[in-house]
């Protein structure tokens, strides 16, 4: 079975010859942007035996406001950037070209955040969150324009750069942050726009639920996720892969590994990490609707040895259906 047919046999839960395996990590400095960027993604792929690939938007999680935010009132002065943007653009360029170099052989997929996300990025937590307490509507005016230009991106990215489908982090669930009633009213609406659109273009999306700050979010706000497969933080949430298979309605999930630096992926030895994926896979009960890999992100720092032994293991295990 080849990277692309077991990739979409997991996300259909259909039979895998064995799990596969997908981890990412942030490209920094000098390989932020531009062809750094890119060369940097394709040497890492080129390196791991890993069966997709998840093209980072690194260097774009600030969107760049067409005017400047200052008080609530100014987010209604927004305007979109349009796709000839470098907003836009750079993100397409480096898409097809990472696309071109792997899409033969593995599935491709391109990390896009909803306008929530967006705007926190690019403006910071503190005045985002004090903007919505003053003036929540005029913060969703703004909202409306970053979701205009990540309509244009997604278009961009599955028209021209083909890509097979989207990660799409989800943030902002954090207990202390929103109500229930709040999140439905201010965030979900936008969330459901770029979610709805992806999913016009491809059943093969995957929601990631975002435990940047180290804090339990509230699970229940994305149970209901539209997607087929599901990637959460099982170390931070303290919810198990298997406990998430049922708690998401039979979701395909992604994840297993804590990707922090204390996390075994990265001080296990050969024995402790082959011990513990194997592990994770008798645990979750079957091989199909599985994907391991991290809870999020992981260390550019971790040695590749350590994920070629995650890699080792599912080979190892092979097929229980």
Known sequence: MNYRERFFNAMDQKHVDRVPVGFWHHFFDENWTGINNINSHIAYYNELPLDFIKIMCDGYFEYPFSTKIETASDWKRLKPLGKDSEYVRGQVERAKIINDHFIAERACLYNVFVPFTVIRHSLGDEPVMAHLKEDPEAVKEGMKVVAEDTFTLIRALMEEAKCDGLYLPLQGGEYDRFTPEEYEAIVRPFDKMIYDLANEYSDYNMS?????????????????????????????????????????GGKTCVGGFDNRPQGILNTGTEAEIKDYTKKLIDDFGTTRGLILGADCTIPATISPDHIRWVIEAAEEYGSRD
């Open 208 to 248: 990631h639920l975002c435990a940047w700050a180290g804090l339990k979010n509230r699970l229940s706000l994305w149970k209901d996720v539209p997607v087929k497969a599901v990637n959460w933080a099982v170390f931070i949430e303290e919810l198990s892969l298997a406990e998430g298979r049922e708690f998401f």
